[in-house]
């Protein structure tokens, strides 16, 4: 259900270039270097959360920080403050930020490079099934799956369900089901590099920071990106040409469930607005919201919740978002399900579909 999104660089300091411990023959012992200091380690950890989390002005900091402090007062090592740190995070109160520990064996005292680079994290498998069929003979039906790859397999899931939309449309389905249940995100762009030939417009929603910044998702002809007004920052692409549809603007139904989460609500929030659409199922899990991963100077990384999601329409989501149409949750994604059947239903009664032989 982690979701890294949105990315900004954020230089905590440099490493010190000492060894650490012991005399050097050439020169007088190395220094330990301030940034691994427990005390200093922590305050900065909460330094970022004060300064960058998009809930940061619900927080009493003082209060926190002293209950952090008095947490880690006994702590020797980075590691020994990851508690007081999980806990002011906590105090957010977004369900999405947390903190990751260093992989093992990695050498603080070895790295002389600035810390806090920007990068991505999502804590999901590199992708699930994709699911592309004919449903009812009529509706082209596509399964947008969790993913948590590389960038080679973003491409590729980007790649594999514009060709799933592609053979789909060649079937001329009058309306499409786009099912989002138990995708817990990841990557988002893939995943709307994918649907973006049924998205209907360039720009389809954007990420709202807490001073009320903009940054302003589009999709168009096979790359995608979040942008400030009048700029293009290209994130991803696909390798192979865009799909166009044969009929622009078909109605779609969005299926959603209590497992759609962080990207997977994205997608949702994408489909939000849009003429002809209307959701299914349950409401989502209720972290419609962006994350950047901050580098601290042991190499854990503090992924925090930096932004909310708003749809086409400006309208922002920070919550479980909830179908138009509550189908109760019996099971995972099938195409034969209740509410497969109840959105075929509605697909039914739209113009395309019932001008349909």
Known sequence: ????????????????????GGESPSGPPA?????????VYLDSAINLMENAAYYRRRVDWPTVRATARTMAAGATTTAETYPAIRYALSALGDRHSFLVPPPAGTSASAVRAPLGMAGTLAATPPADSIDGEIVGARYGYLRVPTFGGNNDQAVLLADSLQFLVRVLDARTPCGWVIDLRHNLGG??????????????AVSVGSFVDADGGVLG?????GLA??????YRNTYMGMSGAPYTLRVPNPAIAVLTDSLTASSGEAIVVAFRGRPQTRSFGGATYGVPTGNTVFRLSDFAMLV???VVDADRTGKQYETAIPP???????????????TVLAATSWLATQPACTAAP
């Open 324 to 338: 138009d149409v509550a189908i109760p949750q019996t099971g995972g994604p099938a195409t034969d399900d209740a």
């Open 304 to 306: 925090m919740t930096v």
């Open 31 to 39: 220094t330990k270097d301030p940034a691994l200091e427990p005390r």
């Open 225 to 230: 990106g979040a942008s400030p007004a009048g």
């Open 1 to 20: 259900m982690r979701r890294a999104t949105w990315s900004a660089a954020v230089a905590l300091g440099m490493l010190a270039g000492g060894c650490g």
């Open 187 to 200: 990557n988002m762009w893939p995943m709307l590099i994918g649907v973006g030939p049924l998205l209907g």
């Open 217 to 221: 998702w589009w999709y168009e002809n």
